[in-house]
């Protein structure tokens, strides 16, 4: 009962926060050009962050869980939406990757990069201080906290770097939270695979686009649910494995390899509208 309520939560508000976005005043703001040329909003970002977000804290089995879900996704959602939309200014633009923000910051400038960086950073420390851990010593304690905070933030990344073609970071965090979507925990999964699931279909028909809010927003809820089940050695993997992509990431494009790659290329094709539609 608890799965169904949160899957249907997610779902709901989902769609529910797109069509207000949408009929905002200023919902100009978030229309950008996408990589067919067409015009798309950034509106499906703040729709999956609000509805990933309170589906999770619906079907979150104690309260400390609950505020985790709640501090990751809403901190990660609101920091990427701020540099969707900061970013987007002439100024911002110069500074690319992480090297970037802060060679920007050496000379004074606070990008909103950084800023997004930072707040994903620190939700993800907060996230995993109130999951906590089940070791006893002080030591082991906070080893698995910075653990838990490194899975949640490199979930986020993750998640944002494979956001490049319509529909990609769902389907990527549909795969990923399917597992975490049986046994223990499953009922907060839920709530974020629902809200993924209500706008896949806009977003693979390029009606919107993630951007930074909606791609943090679902890495960070899905590192939440890992964490909240793994203990050590759980976090550890995931981390090395999480570092080791991002690591890739600098060297090798994801877009290449998925396209040289066929099973992938038809799985990231799936359901997408066609480029001459």
Same mark, same amino acid.
């Given at each position: 009962?608890? %799965?169904? !309520?949160?899957?249907?939560? =997610?779902?709901? /508000?989902? !769609?529910?926060?797109?069509?207000?976005? !949408? &009929?905002?005043?200023?919902?100009?703001?978030?229309?950008?050009?996408? %990589?067919?040329?067409?015009?798309?909003?950034?509106?499906?970002?703040?729709?999956?962050?609000?509805?990933?977000?309170?589906?999770?804290?619906?079907?979150?089995?104690?309260? !400390?869980?609950?505020?985790?879900?709640?501090?990751?996704?809403?901190?990660?959602?609101?920091?990427?939406?701020?540099?969707?939309? /900061?970013?987007?200014?002439?100024?911002?633009?110069?500074?690319?990757?992480?090297?970037?923000?802060?060679?920007?910051?050496?000379?004074?400038?606070?990008? #909103?990069?950084?800023?997004?960086?930072?707040? /994903?950073?620190?939700?993800?420390?907060?996230?995993?201080?109130?999951?906590?851990?089940?070791?006893?010593?002080?030591?082991?304690?906070?080893?698995?906290?910075?653990?838990?905070?490194? /899975?949640?933030?490199?979930?986020?990344?993750?998640?944002?770097?494979?956001?490049? &073609?319509?529909?990609?970071?769902?389907?990527?965090?549909?795969?990923?939270?399917?597992?975490?979507?049986?046994?223990?925990?499953?009922?907060?999964?839920?709530?974020?695979?629902?809200?993924?699931?209500?706008?896949?279909?806009?977003?693979?028909?390029?009606?919107?686009?993630?951007?930074?809010?909606?791609?943090?927003? *679902?890495?960070? *809820?899905?590192?939440?649910? %890992?964490?909240?089940?793994?203990?050590?050695? =759980?976090?550890?993997?995931?981390?090395?494995?999480?570092?080791?992509?991002?690591?890739? #990431? @600098?060297?090798? #494009? %994801?877009?290449?390899?998925?396209?040289?790659?066929?099973?992938?290329?038809?799985?990231? @094709?799936? =359901?997408?509208?066609?480029?001459?539609?």
């Amino acid at each position: 009962m608890a %799965f169904l !309520r949160s899957l249907g939560t =997610g779902a709901l /508000v989902a !769609r529910a926060v797109l069509g207000w976005v !949408r &009929r905002d005043p200023n919902a100009g703001d978030l229309r950008r050009t996408n %990589f067919h040329g067409r015009t798309v909003t950034l509106a499906g970002g703040p729709a999956l962050a609000a509805g990933a977000t309170l589906g999770a804290a619906a079907g979150a089995p104690t309260g !400390r869980l609950a505020a985790a879900a709640v501090t990751a996704g809403a901190v990660s959602g609101a920091v990427g939406l701020y540099d969707d939309i /900061v970013g987007n200014r002439p100024e911002q633009k110069t500074a690319k990757g992480f090297a970037g923000h802060l060679g920007a910051l050496r000379d004074g400038r606070v990008t #909103s990069g950084l800023v997004k960086i930072g707040g /994903v950073g620190a939700a993800g420390l907060v996230a995993s201080a109130l999951i906590g851990s089940r070791r006893t010593g002080r030591f082991g304690r906070g080893a698995d906290v910075l653990l838990g905070a490194g /899975v949640i933030a490199g979930t986020a990344n993750l998640l944002n770097l494979l956001d490049l &073609r319509p529909g990609r970071a769902i389907k990527a965090g549909l795969l990923l939270g399917a597992p975490l979507a049986v046994g223990r925990g499953a009922s907060m999964t839920a709530g974020t695979l629902g809200a993924s699931a209500a706008l896949l279909p806009a977003d693979l028909n390029e009606e919107i686009m993630l951007g930074d809010s909606g791609a943090n927003a *679902l890495g960070a *809820l899905l590192g939440v649910a %890992f964490t909240a089940r793994t203990g050590t050695l =759980g976090r550890l993997t995931a981390l090395a494995a999480l570092a080791a992509l991002t690591a890739a #990431s @600098e060297k090798v #494009s %994801f877009t290449k390899v998925i396209q040289d790659t066929p099973w992938l290329r038809r799985l990231d @094709e799936l =359901g997408r509208r066609p480029p001459q539609a």
